[in-house]
């Protein structure tokens, strides 16, 4: 027989790292989490079991084949479905009292309402226009954005209302353009800005073949992820998630950080004067890579 659920069973493994009180406040919380896939998905799935009662989640595309080395809710019962309705059904499994609203493409629409009525936002798209219409948002209505880098190091960052957009910080084409008119050309200009910005402060080039990166970066080869950076990633990601919601303090900041599962250590941005140097070697080392 199944045993009968229980929230408070659910989650009284969770006693010592949370206290009770903290427990209620995680299951009266909310987060919109919008891409379900690889890091989305893993966030999503570490919130759910940790308690999050309420949850908008939004996704565009269907799981395939290629999506089964590392993203959670992918099985071959849930290839070609859409991913956020997969990704629902599966938490619905493992709590049921879940709230769960499920969206597509509409979200952006009501990006607005959304933003008012969830403590936190958790990005999992890998889409600029979105991306920049998002934080936007978030600084219009006081929200607080968790993120990470594409790359090949699992990494975390946490932008507060006050702190400044991506699109700012990495220098993006999109400032002061309407997300809505982001070209393919300028989603190539922002993606190489956050590879500039993830080799200058990482070391992810010890551990990546840097020919196949140059092929991405050039749009001839679709991004490549693992399993286990991915799962990491998206883990670091609910921690922080679950870190704003409890108004604890410490975590990561707008910069975010690295962390080297490799040689088992955090990498932090590097200060201005060193930084310098090695992004002219990046910059250098990325124009060859691309043939320019």
């Given amino acids: ?126 889409d600029a226009g979105a991306g920049v219409h998002l934080y936007r948002q978030a600084k219009q209505h006081g929200r607080t954005v968790i993120d990470a880098y594409a790359s090949p190091l699992p990494s975390v960052i946490v932008v507060r209302p006050g702190d400044p957009r991506p699109e700012e910080r990495l220098g993006y084409p999109t400032v002061g353009t309407a997300w809505r008119e982001v070209t393919p050309d300028m989603r190539v200009q922002c993606l190489m800005a956050e590879i500039e910005y993830v080799l200058v402060h990482s070391s992810s080039h010890l551990y990546v073949d840097l020919e196949i990166a140059a092929e991405v970066a050039a749009g001839r080869r679709s991004r490549f992820s693992f399993s286990t950076m991915v799962t990491m990633a998206g883990t670091l990601m609910a921690e922080e998630a679950i870190r704003h919601i409890l108004g604890r303090k410490g975590g990561a900041d707008c910069r975010g950080y690295f962390f080297n599962p490799h040689a088992v250590r955090i990498e932090r941005p590097l200060n201005p004067l060193l930084a310098w140097p090695k992004r002219q070697l990046v910059r250098r080392f990325m124009q060859k890579m691309m043939g320019s």
Avoid: C
């Fill in 1 to 126: 027989m199944t045993e009968a659920f229980s929230y408070d069973q659910m989650t009284t493994r969770n006693a010592g790292f949370v206290t009770a009180a903290e427990q209620a406040r995680l299951r009266e919380a909310s987060a919109f989490i919008p891409g379900t896939g690889g890091m989305g998905g893993a966030a999503f799935m570490a919130l759910v079991r940790a308690g999050i009662g309420r949850f908008t989640i939004a996704d565009l595309d269907r799981f395939e084949v290629s999506n089964l080395n590392r993203q959670l809710f992918a099985n071959l019962d849930t290839v070609g479905q859409l991913k956020a309705e997969a990704a629902a059904q599966a938490a619905r499994k493992i709590n049921p009292g879940i709230d769960i609203t499920v969206m597509g493409a509409e979200w952006v629409d009501d990006l607005d309402v959304i933003a008012v009525n969830h403590d936190i936002l958790v990005n999992g798209m890998d």
